[in-house]
């Protein structure tokens, strides 16, 4: 039998007399309160919770009762007292707590119900420094932590999702909470505090531009649990940090089943990758296992999609959907001639979402917006006893930022696509050699462990795409390619010019930048440097 301090077994059942209610988040509170009275919990509260509930007709007693203390300073003290914490943290089976609680009138406290400040909704509307610090809650997460800690003899709600739950157990157990459903709010209630805290400390971060604090602390909410992760042996759940970035998080799902592990990662390349692009220009990303199989831009969404799909038919199948504009009817007739797993966009008209709505398993989200390519933000991964985080690579390099290397400048169109091609190489995985031509790409190489590989696939995959369209000769001959990291060698060059490239973008900075340099002014190429490389791994 578990036991608590000094050996106490802890009760299975422990009858709810008191309660505590000090909430932010008032959604369901009166209906609680009224199952809580009604069971004859007798109701304690503060300031702006104790005024809904008595509106609502409930007898509540002031917290101050309690403690024979007014609250003070603006209310940021009225909890943190000892006629508080003592109530939640008395160990009902302990002689000496239970007699320092009759010597100092303490009463004891069977359920805390509380929830916080809402900090992470400020911040996320840009409030000032000023206004989120007094939203960082002092109290709240003191008497969540204790009511946990004690959690032997107190029950701790710190969700409305979690009232009924608790209503349900009193009735079932003659006003009694059970312990597996003690244990289980504890556990709950220390996450949350966690995750607040994890918000407090990385907002506090950002704002002092520590790029390395002494502990890092990264929390987010279950959005749901997954089917399975990657594979089907792996269990997996969607956690969302509150970021009001639009995206796959923040997402709105019309139609279509659960997304999965996979589903989510692939949309989330697709979206962050049409992003680049704003909404001066009609564009289309397709993506397959997080890797574009094919981007284009055009005059129409349905243009976009069309060119897009045309640089891998055969990668696009099963694939991810993206677009910077909302979806129209004549766009969402092409894209049902081919399955598609995920559409994700900023909206969707009345009739696209009719027609795409006769394919049941497709998901189609919409976002209300599109995601700030230039944005400062972190991403996380693990590894064996850590964690990796750097800042997101929201690195821009355009056209007016290129260095011209070679004796040849490109031409304007050139130019375009050049800045084109390497805004899409951003998001392939390295090695990446992304092939363009009049905006749109036209091979793709990706992942590879050779640079030169990667040339060499995006031009074997340009020909299997001609062959498919029909075409004479693959659409790389006089197009553009930009490579994601320098050309260690002239030999990936080489593989490019091959294939019938007319101008390179790459960042520049190898040891031997200038063999490079010699074999494009050789093959009469233009060749620019951007001083900015985007490794994806």
Same mark, same amino acid.
């Given at each position: 039998?578990?036991?608590? &301090?000094?050996?106490?077994?802890?009760?299975?059942?422990?009858?709810?007399?008191?309660?505590?209610?000090?909430?932010?988040?008032?959604?369901?509170?009166?209906?609680?309160?009224? $199952?809580?009275?009604?069971?004859?919990?007798?109701? %304690?509260?503060?300031?702006?919770?104790?005024?809904?509930?008595?509106?609502?007709?409930?007898?509540?007693?002031?917290?101050?009762?309690?403690?024979?203390?007014?609250?003070?300073?603006? $209310?940021?003290?009225?909890?943190?007292?000892?006629?508080?914490?003592?109530?939640?943290?008395?160990?009902?089976?302990?002689?000496?707590?239970?007699?320092?609680?009759?010597?100092?009138?303490?009463?004891?406290?069977?359920?805390?119900?509380?929830?916080?400040?809402?900090?992470?909704?400020?911040?996320?509307?840009?409030?000032?420094?000023?206004?989120?610090?007094?939203?960082?809650?002092?109290?709240? *997460?003191?008497?969540?932590?204790?009511?946990?800690?004690?959690?032997?003899?107190?029950?701790?709600?710190?969700?409305?999702?979690?009232?009924?739950?608790?209503?349900?157990?009193?009735?079932?157990?003659?006003?009694?909470?059970?312990?597996?459903?003690?244990?289980?709010?504890?556990?709950?209630?220390?996450?949350?505090?966690?995750?607040?805290?994890?918000? +407090?400390?990385?907002?506090?971060?950002?704002?002092?531009?520590?790029?390395? *604090?002494?502990?890092?602390?990264?929390? $987010?909410?279950?959005?749901?649990?997954?089917?399975?992760?990657?594979?089907?042996?792996?269990?997996?759940?969607?956690?969302?940090?509150?970021?009001?970035?639009?995206?796959?998080?923040?997402?709105?799902?019309?139609?279509?089943?659960?997304? &999965?592990?996979?589903?989510?990662?692939?949309?989330?390349?697709?979206?962050?990758?049409?992003?680049?692009?704003?909404?001066?220009?009609?564009?289309?990303?397709?993506?397959?296992?997080?890797? *574009?199989?094919?981007?284009?831009?055009?005059?129409?969404?349905?243009?976009?999609?069309?060119?897009?799909?045309?640089?891998?038919?055969? /990668?696009?199948?099963?694939?991810?959907?993206?677009?910077?504009?909302?979806?129209?009817?004549?766009?969402?007739?092409?894209?049902?001639?081919?399955?598609?797993? %995920?559409?994700?966009? *900023?909206?969707? &008209?009345?009739?696209?979402?009719?027609?795409?709505?006769?394919?049941?398993?497709?998901?189609?989200?919409?976002?209300?917006?599109?995601?700030?390519?230039?944005?400062?933000?972190?991403?996380?991964?693990?590894?064996? $006893?850590?964690?990796?985080?750097?800042?997101?690579?929201?690195?821009?390099?355009?056209?007016?930022?290129?260095?011209?290397?070679?004796?040849?400048?490109?031409?304007?169109?050139?130019?375009?696509?050049?800045?084109?091609?390497?805004?899409?190489?951003?998001?392939?995985? /390295?090695?990446?050699?992304?092939?363009?031509?009049?905006?749109?790409?036209?091979?793709?190489?990706?992942?590879?462990? &050779?640079? +030169?590989?990667?040339?060499?696939?995006?031009?074997?995959?340009?020909?299997?795409?001609?062959?498919?369209?029909?075409?004479?000769?693959?659409?790389?001959?006089? /197009?553009?390619?930009?490579?994601?990291?320098?050309?260690?060698?002239?030999?990936?060059?080489?593989?490019?010019?091959?294939?019938?490239?007319?101008?390179?973008?790459?960042?520049?900075? /190898?040891?031997?930048?200038?063999?490079?340099?010699?074999?494009?002014?050789?093959?009469?190429?233009?060749?620019?440097?951007?001083?900015?490389?985007?490794?994806?791994?």
């Amino acid at each position: 039998m578990a036991v608590v &301090s000094k050996n106490h077994p802890v009760p299975e059942l422990v009858r709810v007399r008191r309660a505590l209610l000090s909430v932010s988040d008032k959604s369901g509170l009166v209906a609680f309160a009224q $199952g809580l009275a009604a069971a004859g919990v007798e109701l %304690v509260s503060t300031g702006g919770t104790r005024t809904a509930l008595e509106a609502a007709g409930l007898k509540v007693r002031d917290v101050s009762e309690l403690t024979a203390f007014p609250e003070i300073m603006d $209310g940021r003290v009225k909890t943190l007292h000892p006629g508080v914490h003592g109530g939640l943290l008395g160990i009902r089976d302990d002689a000496e707590h239970q007699a320092a609680m009759a010597e100092h009138s303490i009463a004891e406290i069977d359920l805390a119900v509380v929830n916080l400040y809402p900090f992470e909704e400020t911040v996320a509307k840009g409030a000032d420094y000023a206004t989120s610090v007094e939203n960082i809650d002092i109290g709240g *997460p003191a008497m969540i932590r204790a009511a946990a800690k004690n959690h032997a003899y107190v029950t701790v709600v710190t969700d409305p999702d979690d009232y009924d739950r608790v209503l349900e157990a009193l009735a079932a157990n003659d006003g009694s909470v059970p312990v597996a459903l003690r244990r289980e709010l504890a556990a709950l209630a220390f996450a949350r505090t966690a995750a607040y805290d994890a918000a +407090v400390s990385g907002w506090f971060a950002g704002e002092l531009a520590l790029e390395a *604090p002494r502990h890092r602390a990264f929390g $987010g909410r279950l959005v749901e649990v997954m089917r399975y992760g990657e594979n089907p042996h792996q269990a997996a759940a969607f956690y969302a940090t509150g970021d009001k970035r639009p995206g796959v998080a923040s997402a709105q799902l019309l139609q279509g089943k659960q997304l &999965s592990y996979n589903n989510i990662n692939d949309t989330d390349a697709a979206f962050e990758l049409v992003s680049e692009f704003g909404t001066e220009r009609a564009a289309c990303a397709i993506i397959k296992h997080a890797n *574009p199989c094919g981007v284009a831009v055009g005059d129409s969404l349905v243009e976009a999609y069309r060119r897009a799909l045309e640089c891998d038919q055969t /990668s696009a199948f099963g694939g991810i959907l993206a677009f910077n504009q909302v979806l129209d009817a004549n766009t969402a007739e092409e894209i049902v001639k081919l399955f598609t797993e %995920v559409i994700i966009a *900023p909206d969707a &008209s009345e009739e696209a979402r009719q027609i795409l709505s006769a394919k049941k398993n497709l998901r189609l989200m919409i976002t209300g917006g599109l995601a700030d390519p230039l944005a400062p933000g972190l991403t996380v991964r693990t590894v064996a $006893g850590g964690l990796l985080v750097q800042t997101r690579d929201n690195g821009h390099v355009g056209a007016q930022d290129f260095k011209v290397v070679t004796k040849r400048a490109p031409d304007a169109r050139e130019l375009s696509d050049l800045a084109f091609a390497f805004r899409v190489a951003k998001h392939v995985k /390295s090695n990446a050699i992304v092939y363009a031509r009049d905006g749109a790409t036209v091979g793709i190489g990706a992942g590879q462990m &050779s640079r +030169v590989d990667s040339a060499r696939i995006a031009a074997r995959k340009a020909e299997d795409a001609a062959q498919v369209l029909g075409l004479e000769a693959p659409l790389t001959r006089g /197009s553009v390619v930009a490579s994601d990291a320098f050309f260690p060698f002239a030999d990936g060059l080489l593989s490019a010019i091959e294939a019938g490239a007319t101008a390179v973008v790459q960042p520049g900075g /190898s040891m031997r930048d200038q063999d490079v340099i010699d074999a494009a002014d050789e093959a009469g190429i233009a060749m620019v440097f951007t001083g900015m490389r985007h490794f994806r791994h």
